[in-house]
């Protein structure tokens, strides 16, 4: 069984920058066809898709956010990281982590972390 947990400051001001860690456990962040993804849901909004970094370590980010984002990873901790900065308001969110897979034709997120609550405030 894999799972994922967030850890973070649940408070961050703005022009800070906030850092995300997704450990996971049950499996590597290295196999091969997942990516490790940061997707957020503002209050009131939808999801909306951050951005993901592949078993690879190619990154990915959505293009409204590209500017301000950062994903790594530590393998020998199997965990992956989320940087933002500067952090807006705006980014107030929960934030979760989730294992996508892409693998011919199948494809989607199996598995999500609880999510954590980031406000953005000073």
């Known amino acids: 069984q894999v799972q994922l947990q967030e850890s973070g400051p649940g408070l961050v001001k703005p022009s800070q920058t906030l850092s995300l860690t997704c450990t996971v456990s049950?499996?590597?962040?290295?196999?091969?066809?997942?990516?490790w993804s940061w997707i957020r849901q503002s209050p009131g909004k939808g999801l909306e898709w951050i951005g993901a970094?592949?078993?690879?370590?190619?990154?990915y980010y959505s293009p409204s956010l590209k500017s301000r984002t950062s994903i790594s990873r530590d393998t020998s901790k199997n965990q992956f990281t989320l940087q933002v900065s500067p952090v807006i308001p705006e980014d107030t969110a929960v934030y979760f982590c989730a294992r996508r897979i892409v693998a011919g034709r199948v494809h989607g997120y199996d598995y999500w972390g609880q999510g954590t609550l980031v406000t953005v405030s000073s």
């Open positions: 049950g499996g590597s962040i290295t196999s091969n066809y997942y990516y």
């Open positions: 970094i592949g078993y690879s370590a190619n990154t």
